[in-house]
Nanobody, 120 residues
Framework: QVQLVESGGGLVQPGGSLRLSCTAS????????IAWIRQAPGKEREGVSC????????YFADSVKGRFTISRDNAKNTVYLQMNSLKPEDTAVYYC?????????????WGQGTQVTVSS
């Protein structure tokens, strides 16, 4: 059964850090294009990052460049989103999603999401 499970969200003060995990089962995660997408209340979904399964290149939204990084543990079939210098505007539900092919829209599988709240 194909499944993605995110974890690691929580409440953090501005300037703090969190590391989100996305663990896959039923398929080999690093063979796919992997995205982190967030949705804040009342706002459209926003792509945070995307790691191409074709080239291995990771792209970041301008809003998170220099603050967020991606790493992976292939043995655990897990990708991590390290979020530093968090801002209140980073508050959202964060999803990981995968697809074949290049970065873009129309992801095939999604996790259930994990809430990140940045507040003092």
């Amino acid at each position: 059964q194909v499944q993605l499970v995110e974890s690691g969200g929580g409440l953090v003060q501005p300037g703090g850090s969190l590391r989100l995990s996305c663990t896959a089962s039923g398929f080999i995660l690093h063979q796919y294009t992997i995205a982190w997408i967030r949705q804040a209340p009342g706002k459209e979904r926003e792509g945070v990052s995307c790691t191409s399964g074709l080239s291995g290149t990771t792209y970041f939204a301008d809003s998170v460049k220099g603050r967020f990084t991606i790493s992976r543990d292939n043995a655990k079939n897990t990708v991590y989103l390290q979020m530093n210098s968090l801002k209140p505007e980073d508050t959202a539900v964060y999803y990981c999603a995968v697809k074949e092919g290049s970065c873009g829209s129309d992801y095939d599988y999604w996790g259930q999401g994990t809430q990140v709240t940045v507040s003092s």
